[in-house]
């Protein structure tokens, strides 16, 4: 190619990695939001509805939905001030939004058979049921390696798991599951069946109390392959501290319910649960949340997202369209910005209906743009992995963990094993050999070709073992080459953004119920 051509390229692709990186900069990883809680009285649902309100009920400045949503968008406006004309009042009436006051009944662990019941916001009458609502919770665990563990360092907080309590609250009927699946799972593009929504599962309820109640930096355990996100609805009970704080890519998103804020409302989050959050330090009162998991369902009433409207479609239509342009043909590689639940056997099934935020976006752009598109895992190799020596005339290879002499892989018949049996199945040292050949090929070629890497490429997710020593520690890329043996190609990939979520990726087991 002559140097003008290359330059050219050069630059397209540059372009194009920062439009990818701009998306990524643009995309919600959390949605949150605050709804007042009013004594009982007939829904404001549809505009009939209406007339059966008393005025008061109507015009409270309070009784209007608040949302915040992470990273940039604020929709704690009260849209209802703003409004002027009467079409629009009359609209807001209709979607002003209350919650009836939060009724929590369960069993006691402390008194067998008995079972109590309180009320948020919780009057002084009550106070004593609230007293044995935070006596029958039980110290909270976390997920660690595979394993439920306590560690009061890591997470103080108690718990009352889903079995043994109910309420009254429903976030479905307040919108919350709505307003959460249209930011965390936006319907794809075109009609597939891949085409989703978000359904939310009650988890437990929790208690974060002062002096020390937290639950430092983690990232949810995925409670099935179908799960993107996690929803925390905070109940009215004023305390201090206890923020939620997520993070995602370097940035940061704080849900602060301190203070008068929770005195009479629900405060909730809803976020994609791979991103790493932290409760901080209650350092007054108690903070009351109930979790639910959000899972992607194959149903959804949405309308669907044109993908040819969206700015980044158009960008990667013209750059790529440009003459020359990748005309000997290259793979054009995206670092997914979330991770992915990876344990299940058949999780690869749940892609790419269960692609996230900026991932979704990237992926259906390139496939509007008819090029082929396909999820893969990789692991970057270095060539470091794939290192060769000579010994009393005996060639040896190291592939990724172990060291074997050539030869014998070479020539033998590929229906044999090894004497020594710690060796592989030979037909695979011998295409790990015919890999080795190319990868120093690629590798060769790369070489001054900016952002040309080559990569080891699994055909589909394989499912990652859970080892005695937890996936964060048992876990090594040797490992999972060895796992993706057959199934692996290595390819010179043209990279439009740094890697993601490497380390997130490979601790992200899906936990299979
Ligand atoms: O209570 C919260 O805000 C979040 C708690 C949390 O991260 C969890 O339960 O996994
Ligand atoms: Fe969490």
Redesign the pocket.
Same mark, same amino acid.
């Given at each position: 190619m002559s140097s003008l051509a290359e330059t050219a390229e050069r630059q397209i692709f540059k372009q194009l990695s920062e439009f990818v990186e701009a998306e990524s900069k643009r995309s919600v990883y959390a949605i949150g939001g605050t709804i007042p809680i009013t004594s009982p009285s007939p829904h404001p649902i549809c505009k009939s509805d209406e007339t059966v309100l008393k005025n008061d009920e109507l015009s409270s400045p309070s009784a209007t939905e608040t949302n915040t949503l992470g990273e940039g968008i604020d929709l704690t406006k009260d849209d209802s001030k703003t409004c002027t004309t009467e079409a629009v009042k009359d609209l807001s009436a209709i979607h002003n939004l209350r919650c009836d006051p939060v009724i929590i009944r369960w069993d006691s662990s402390a008194n067998p058979n008995a079972s109590y019941k309180v009320t948020f916001p919780c009057n002084d009458a009550e106070q004593p049921n609230f007293e044995q609502l935070l006596k029958d919770c039980q110290p909270a665990t976390f997920g660690k390696g595979g394993k439920d563990v306590l560690d009061e360092s890591y997470r103080k907080a108690g718990k009352l798991d889903e079995t043994a309590f109910c309420s009254n609250f429903n976030p479905y009927a307040l919108g919350i599951v709505d307003t959460a699946g249209q930011i965390l799972a936006p319907t794809n593009c075109r009609q597939t069946s891949g085409t989703h929504g978000v359904r939310a599962e009650l988890y437990?309820l929790?208690v974060?109390s002062s002096p020390s109640g937290k639950?430092k930096a +983690?990232v949810?355990t995925p409670r099935s392959k179908h799960q993107i996100g996690?929803l #925390?609805v905070c109940l009215p009970s004023v305390h201090e501290g206890g923020q939620?704080v997520l993070r995602h890519q370097g940035r940061e998103t704080v849900f602060d319910w301190s203070g008068d804020k929770g005195k009479n409302a629900i405060q909730w989050?809803a976020f994609y649960s791979d991103c790493e +959050?932290e #409760?901080l330090e209650v350092t007054a009162g108690h903070r009351l $949340?109930l $979790?639910y998991n959000l899972y992607a369902t194959c149903w959804a009433n949405n309308a669907f997202v044109d993908s040819e409207a969206l700015e980044l479609y158009q960008t990667l239509k013209s750059l790529l369209s440009e003459p020359g342009f990748c005309k000997n043909g290259k793979i054009i590689g995206y670092n997914c910005a979330h991770a992915y639940p990876h344990s299940a056997d058949d999780a690869s099934s749940m892609l790419p209906a269960t692609l996230k935020g900026v991932d979704k976006i990237v992926y259906e752009c390139f496939l509007a743009t008819k090029l082929e598109v396909v999820l893969r895992p990789c692991i970057d190799f270095e060539l470091e992995e794939f290192r060769e020596y000579e010994e009393e005339n005996i060639r040896y290879a190291w592939y990724t963990d172990k060291w074997g002499p050539i030869e014998d892989w070479e020539d033998r018949d590929p229906n044999t094993t090894l004497p020594d049996e710690s060796h592989y199945f030979l037909k695979q040292r011998q295409n790990l050999l015919k890999r080795f050949a190319l990868f120093k090929q690629l590798d060769k070629e790369s070489k001054g070709n900016d952002g040309l890497k080559v990569v080891a490429l699994g055909s589909r997710l394989i499912p990652l073992q859970i080892t005695d020593m937890g996936l964060d520690e048992g876990a090594s890329e040797a490992e999972l080459a060895r796992e993706w043996d057959e199934n692996i190609s290595i390819k010179a990939v043209k990279w439009l953004n740094a890697g993601g979520h490497r380390q997130a990726a490979l601790v992200h087991g899906a936990v299979s119920i």
């Open positions: 437990k929790n974060y639950f +983690h949810d996690s #925390v939620l989050a +959050h #409760v $949340t $979790t």
